[in-house]
C-alpha cells in the first residue's frame, strides 16, 4: 500500500507553507500568488528584454518574498531564450574578507560569468562551439570544472580568488560573445541586503555597482537586485 502525502491530496507539487522561495517551472506554476505588480510591472518587463535593456530594484521587508520574485524573473527569462543568472552569497563569508565591498564586487561578477558560461553550453551549443576555445579557459580561471558526461559544474572546495581587473576582462569577453549571437541576460541579485550595512552601503553607493550595472546593460543584460529599503546599520 502506498500512503499518499497531504501535499499530494491536496494537489499542490510542494509544501506550500515552506518558507524557502519558490524556485522550479512547476511551483511557480502552481503556488505563486502574481500580484498586480508582478503582472503589470515584472512581466511586460521581461517580455521587453530583446528590445531594451534596464536595472530596476525590487524593494521589500525581509521575508517578504523578494527571492522568490527574483527567481520568477530568471523563470521568465529561460522562456524568452535569454540566459538567466541568479546571483547570491553567504554574507558571513563576505563579512569576513578583509576589503569586503571589493569581496563583494569580485563574487558577483564570478557568479555572472560562471552561469553565463554554463547556460550558454546548455541552451546555445553552436555559440558555444564556436567560442569553445577562450570559453574553456574563462572557465577554469572562475574556478568551474568540466566532464565530458556532467558538463560544467562548480566544485565547492576550490574557490579561486582571481584578480579583479583580469575578472572584470572575462565578464565583458563573455558577455561580447553573447552579445554578437543576439543573446541577452536577465541577471537577478540577491542577499545583498543581508550584508553588514557599510558593506551594502560602500558597494551600492560608492564606484562599484554604478560603473558594473551600466556596463552589463551596455552588453546586452537586464538587471534585477532585491533589496530592503528599511535596512539599518
Avoid at 518574498?65 to 540566459?83: D, F, P, Q
Avoid at 553567504?90 to 552561469?115: D, N, S, Y
Avoid at 572562475?142 to 576582462?169: A, C, H, M
Wanted: one cysteine or more.
Amino acid at each position: 500500500m502506498r500512503y499518499m502525502s497531504w501535499e499530494e491530496w491536496f494537489g499542490f507539487p510542494s509544501d506550500p507553507f515552506d518558507p524557502k522561495p519558490l524556485q522550479t517551472g512547476e511551483q511557480f506554476t502552481h503556488l505563486l500568488v502574481r500580484t498586480k505588480p508582478i503582472v503589470k510591472r515584472i512581466e511586460p518587463l521581461i517580455n521587453q528584454i530583446d528590445k531594451e535593456s534596464f536595472c530596476k530594484g525590487i524593494l521589500g521587508d525581509r521575508g517578504i518574498g523578494k527571492s522568490t520574485v527574483l527567481r520568477y524573473c530568471v523563470h521568465l527569462a529561460t522562456k524568452k531564450m535569454a540566459i538567466p543568472v541568479f546571483v547570491q552569497f553567504h554574507p558571513a563569508g563576505i563579512a569576513k574578507a578583509k576589503h569586503p565591498i571589493l569581496e563583494t564586487l569580485i563574487e558577483i561578477i564570478r557568479q555572472i560569468v560562471q552561469q553565463e558560461i554554463i547556460n550558454i553550453y546548455e541552451m546555445y551549443p553552436k555559440t558555444f562551439q564556436k567560442y569553445q576555445s577562450t570559453l574553456m579557459k574563462i572557465a577554469k580561471y572562475v574556478g568551474l570544472q568540466w566532464q565530458e558526461i556532467e558538463g560544467f559544474y562548480r566544485d565547492p572546495f576550490e574557490i579561486p580568488r582571481p584578480d579583479e581587473k583580469l575578472l572584470r576582462s572575462t565578464l565583458w569577453s563573455t558577455l561580447d560573445f553573447a552579445k554578437r549571437e543576439g543573446i541577452r541576460s536577465v541577471i537577478a541579485i540577491d542577499n545583498l541586503d543581508k550584508l553588514p550595512f557599510e558593506v551594502a552601503k560602500g558597494f551600492l553607493g560608492g564606484m562599484n555597482a554604478q560603473p558594473l550595472f551600466e556596463h552589463l546593460m551596455e552588453m546586452g543584460c537586464s538587471i534585477f537586485v532585491a533589496i530592503d529599503p528599511h535596512i539599518e546599520g
